[in-house]
């Protein structure tokens, strides 16, 4: 007889400790990775005080490592499995800290197809953290190996009973705490409104990572209806009582009458990246060697200027650019969440299509970097963006800062020149009036003083004492961005200053960022604090010029939701409704309410806002959530004429309502004088989803899904709408629409 063998104790016992030692020491290289480095300060500020977090990211990778382990038998395979879940996505947010200033967040998955291209133009280098950890994996997968081979074979019933248990273990971990806002809060682990990335080294990769998750769903605002919205929209007490002075009585718009304002101004955005006045810091113990602002200096005297309250810093350039587009407040969205990638999905209310719906505006977008990125090839056309000019379409451009950067980026000069290119395209194809928005790359982090050769680059000639020679150093990379967008500025308003039409150029940088890798620059000099909350580190410099009026005009500090609302009331341009009630917040209730924290009429700011402040506040959301997530503009036509309704009278006395009401016929007369606007807009917004969808079976469902709410509001439709749901090919649906348009009226209101 043939004895069974026996296991050691010894043997067993590493067999048990294996495990857990295993995904907790993968659980280090993870956040090794994800931070580039390993410190005793990572341990004492973040690790240790944070312990929850990383308990709960080891019992995923260790009930992971069970599963595997249990279904498979084959221990090797479960190591490295635990090893590619944590240390994968590690890897991928050290990258995307280092290209955009953000980790590595559950939305990006959106954004696979482009990452490895983003990544190759920044000149991205495996790191010493990844090499050695790839080793020490290796290491974990050959010791596995051994450690288990002769393991008691067992057959499928306890197999299949030890898989389910663990992976019913790793469904409880998942669904109920990491997907649970209560539960993680209850144990220690609390959502950053403001950073990300601070989240992330908080809490690290694995929490982080799980716990945004829940950021993906939009909870519908209380009190939200449509009487609500319309009670809001149509307060002709409120417009009468908060109305009734100048928001800026120095404005063109204001000392002008509203017969004598220019209607239709061609409409120049620029976001410039990272851009503020670092000439600021002179007043703080720094010096450069060159005036860096000159040409903003010198407008500021003719022009309306003040600051943006970004909702970010050190990233989320397209937060800013959602905010200062659209009116909408990224703030009331799930934090961490991109408004471009996860909420414009579908056509909805913006500036671009306000004017490009009831102005008859041609609309434009210009961005030197790839298409992709940020998903603004999809955000776009749903603003209402007509053409998309980005870097893949770019020649004969000049780049710089390729010491980072390998495959340089356009410079603001280059970026000028696209900008006046593209609107002398536009004036010779049509007589339309303009929208361009442009945003710049040139100043993107990373700053570092090789990124400019010493005959170009911006000196900093005296500092505060104590500041490392690398941060000096990526001050004056960074000083050295600023005066070329100054220069920018500078040939733009030259420009624009010789045409022979009307033109409002608004020109704002999208957020700060740290120089260097902390904030010295700020801390030495009593700028800011090293906080990234504070409110000084999120106003940006703003400046509003035109070429028919040199009014100075003193617009403090508004939030970036508030730039298009403000620009339009001060040169006097007919404002939706909505933007009038984001005019009368700015006036009566606070300058912003961004990331938990409001700036009060007077520029100082709480975490504390009143009562009053608060009720405003809820109202703004509640617009916004009918707006991008409610009947929003296209699926509720009669929203679109409610919306360009404009009182008559300065202190709005005859608004929306009233016209409504007492004169019912005159706007629906109105309405369907508009019937061929709205016809004209749906035939380009199917054009849109067919440049940017991949088949005319997707462009179908978007436009079939819209017509589902727009067919109510005709007379007798209901055999056309069937023709459209019929659609099978974009020829049909064409035919169907036209008849439909041709054969059915607009209802009576």
């Given at each position: 007889?043939n004895a069974k063998?026996?296991t050691?104790?010894?043997?067993?016992?590493?067999?048990?400790?294996?495990?857990?030692?295993?995904?907790?020491?993968?659980?280090?290289?993870?956040e090794?990775?994800?931070?580039?480095s390993?410190?005793?300060?990572?341990?004492?500020q973040?690790?240790f005080?944070?312990?929850?977090a990383?308990?709960?990211?080891w019992?995923?990778?260790?009930?992971?490592?069970?599963?595997?382990?249990?279904?498979?038998?084959?221990?090797p395979?479960?190591?490295?499995?635990?090893?590619?879940?944590?240390?994968a996505p590690?890897?991928v947010?050290?990258?995307?800290?280092?290209?955009?200033?953000?980790?590595?967040?559950?939305?990006?998955?959106?954004?696979?197809?482009?990452a490895?291209?983003?990544?190759?133009a920044?000149g991205?280098?495996?790191?010493t953290?990844?090499v050695?950890?790839?080793?020490?994996?290796v290491?974990?997968?050959?010791?596995?190996?051994?450690?288990?081979?002769?393991?008691q074979?067992l057959?499928?019933?306890p197999?299949v009973?030890?898989?389910l248990?663990?992976?019913?273990?790793?469904?409880?971990?998942?669904f109920?705490?990491?997907l649970?806002?209560?539960?993680t809060?209850?144990?220690?682990?609390?959502?950053?409104a403001?950073m990300q990335d601070?989240?992330y080294?908080?809490?690290?990769?694995?929490?982080?990572f799980?716990?945004?998750?829940?950021?993906?769903?939009?909870?519908k605002?209380?009190?939200y209806?449509e009487?609500?919205?319309?009670?809001i929209?149509?307060?002709?007490?409120?417009?009468?009582?908060?109305?009734?002075a100048?928001?800026y009585?120095?404005?063109?718009?204001a000392?002008?009458?509203?017969?004598?304002?220019?209607?239709?101004?061609?409409?120049?955005?620029?976001?410039n990246e990272?851009?503020?006045d670092?000439s600021?810091?002179?007043?703080?113990?720094f010096?450069?060697?060159?005036d860096?602002?000159?040409?903003?200096?010198?407008?500021?005297?003719?022009?309306?200027?003040?600051?943006?309250?970004?909702?970010?810093?050190?990233?989320?350039?397209?937060d800013?650019?959602?905010?200062?587009?659209?009116g909408?407040?990224?703030?009331?969205?799930p934090?961490?969440?991109k408004?471009y990638?996860?909420?414009?999905?579908?056509p909805?209310?913006?500036?671009?299509n306000?004017?490009?719906?009831?102005?008859?505006?041609?609309?434009?977008?210009?961005?030197?970097?790839?298409a992709?990125?940020?998903?603004?090839?999809?955000?776009?056309?749903n603003?209402?963006?007509?053409?998309?000019?980005?870097?893949?379409q770019?020649?004969?451009v000049?780049?710089?800062?390729?010491?980072?950067?390998?495959?340089?980026?356009v410079?603001?000069?280059?970026m000028?020149?696209?900008?006046?290119?593209q609107?002398?395209?536009?004036?010779?194809?049509?007589d339309?009036?303009?929208?361009?928005?442009?945003?710049?790359?040139?100043?993107?982090?990373?700053?570092?003083?090789?990124?400019y050769?010493?005959?170009?680059?911006v000196?900093?000639?005296?500092?505060?004492?104590?500041?490392?020679?690398?941060?000096?150093?990526a001050?004056e990379?960074?000083?050295?961005?600023?005066?070329?967008?100054?220069a920018?500025?500078?040939?733009?308003?030259?420009?624009?200053?010789?045409?022979?039409?009307?033109?409002?150029?608004?020109?704002?940088g999208?957020?700060?960022?740290?120089?260097d890798?902390?904030?010295?620059?700020?801390?030495?000099?009593?700028?800011?604090?090293?906080?990234?909350?504070?409110?000084?580190?999120?106003q940006?410099?703003?400046?509003?010029w035109s070429?028919?009026?040199d009014?100075?005009?003193?617009?403090?500090?508004?939030?970036?939701?508030?730039?298009?609302?403000?620009m339009?009331?001060?040169?006097g341009?007919?404002e939706?409704?909505?933007?009038?009630?984001?005019?009368?917040?700015l006036?009566?209730a606070?300058?912003?309410?961004?990331?938990?924290?409001?700036?009060n009429l007077d520029?100082?700011t709480?975490q504390e806002?009143?009562?009053?402040?608060?009720?405003?506040?809820?109202?703004?959301?509640?617009?916004?959530?009918?707006l991008m997530?409610?009947?929003?503009?296209?699926?509720?036509?009669?929203?679109?004429m409610?919306?360009?309704?404009?009182?008559?009278?300065?202190?709005g006395?005859n608004?929306?309502?009233?016209?409504?009401?007492?004169?019912?016929?005159?706007?629906?007369?109105?309405?369907?004088?508009?019937v061929s606007?709205?016809r004209d807009f749906?035939?380009?917004?199917?054009?849109?989803?067919?440049?940017?969808?991949?088949?005319?079976?997707?462009?179908?469902?978007?436009m079939?899904?819209?017509?589902?709410?727009?067919?109510?509001?005709?007379?007798?439709?209901e055999?056309?709408?069937?023709?459209?749901r019929?659609?099978?090919?974009?020829?049909?649906?064409?035919?169907?629409?036209?008849a439909?348009?041709?054969?059915?009226?607009?209802?009576?209101a």
């Open positions: 007889m063998k026996h050691p104790l010894s043997l067993h016992g590493l067999r048990l400790l294996f495990p857990p030692l295993a995904t907790l020491g993968i659980l280090f290289l993870t090794w990775i994800a931070r580039g390993l410190t005793g300060e990572t341990f004492t973040y690790i005080p944070h312990a929850e990383y308990l709960l990211a019992a995923m990778l260790f009930l992971s490592w069970l599963a595997v382990d249990w279904l498979t038998r084959f221990a395979l479960a190591t490295l499995l635990a090893a590619v879940l944590g240390c590690a890897a947010n050290f990258y995307t800290l280092q290209l955009r200033g953000e980790p590595f967040l559950p939305w990006d998955l959106m954004q696979v197809s482009e490895a291209g983003v990544a190759a920044a991205i280098h495996i790191q953290s990844m050695v950890s790839i080793v020490i994996i290491l974990l997968v050959v010791v596995s190996f051994f450690l288990y081979r002769g393991r074979k057959n499928w019933k197999r009973a030890g898989f248990a663990s992976a019913a273990a790793t469904c409880g971990l998942l109920g705490v990491f649970q806002p209560a539960v809060q209850t144990i220690g682990i609390v959502p950053d403001w601070r989240y080294r908080y809490y690290g990769v694995i929490t982080s799980l716990t945004n998750l829940t950021n993906l769903e939009i909870s605002p209380e009190g209806s009487e609500a919205v319309n009670e929209l149509d307060d002709t007490e409120a417009a009468q009582k908060y109305s009734t100048p928001l009585p120095g404005s063109y718009g000392a002008t009458s509203a017969d004598e304002t220019v209607k239709k101004p061609t409409i120049i955005y620029v976001m990272s851009y503020w670092v600021e810091l002179e007043q703080y113990g010096q450069f060697d060159t860096v602002s000159a040409n903003l200096h010198a407008l500021q005297q003719t022009s309306a200027s003040g600051r943006a309250y970004s909702p970010s810093f050190g990233g989320g350039t397209c800013v650019e959602f905010e200062a587009l659209t909408y407040s990224a703030s009331f969205l934090n961490g969440s408004p990638q996860q909420h414009v999905t579908k909805m209310f913006s500036l671009p306000y004017l490009k719906l009831t102005q008859g505006y041609q609309t434009a977008a210009v961005h030197c970097f790839w992709k990125y940020w998903s603004r090839d999809t955000a776009y056309p603003l209402g963006f007509d053409t998309f000019l980005s870097l893949e770019m020649t004969h000049n780049k710089v800062r390729r010491h980072y950067w390998t495959s340089g980026l410079t603001d000069d280059s000028a020149d696209q900008i006046i290119q609107y002398e395209k536009m004036k010779t194809s049509s339309a009036p303009v929208f361009l928005h442009a945003v710049t790359m040139q100043n993107h982090t990373n700053y570092n003083k090789d990124n050769p010493d005959d170009v680059r000196k900093v000639t005296e500092h505060p004492a104590g500041l490392k020679a690398s941060t000096i150093g001050l990379d960074f000083a050295t961005g600023i005066r070329d967008a100054d920018m500025l500078g040939k733009l308003t030259q420009y624009f200053s010789q045409v022979d039409e009307p033109v409002i150029l608004v020109f704002w999208d957020h700060y960022n740290p120089i890798s902390n904030y010295d620059v700020f801390t030495s000099s009593g700028y800011a604090s090293d906080s990234s909350a504070d409110p000084r580190l999120h940006t410099t703003l400046l509003m070429n028919y009026t009014k100075p005009v003193d617009l403090g500090t508004i939030a970036a939701y508030d730039i298009s609302p403000v339009m009331d001060i040169y341009l007919e939706p409704l909505y933007f009038q009630f984001l005019n009368r917040q006036r009566v606070s300058r912003t309410n961004t990331r938990g924290t409001t700036m520029g100082t709480t806002p009143t009562e009053f402040q608060q009720r405003w506040c809820a109202e703004h959301w509640l617009l916004q959530y009918d997530f409610g009947r929003g503009m296209l699926i509720d036509p009669a929203l679109v409610r919306l360009r309704a404009k009182s008559a009278d300065p202190a006395k608004a929306a309502k009233k016209l409504r009401l007492e004169n019912k016929s005159t706007v629906w007369e109105d309405a369907a004088k508009r606007d709205i749906y035939g380009r917004l199917a054009e849109d989803y067919a440049a940017v969808l991949s088949g005319e079976r997707d462009v179908l469902f978007k079939k899904e819209l017509w589902s709410w727009q067919g109510q509001l005709f007379e007798g439709s055999k056309y709408l069937k023709k459209i019929k659609a099978q090919k974009l020829t049909e649906y064409k035919s169907a629409v036209a439909l348009f041709a054969d059915c009226p607009i209802k009576d």
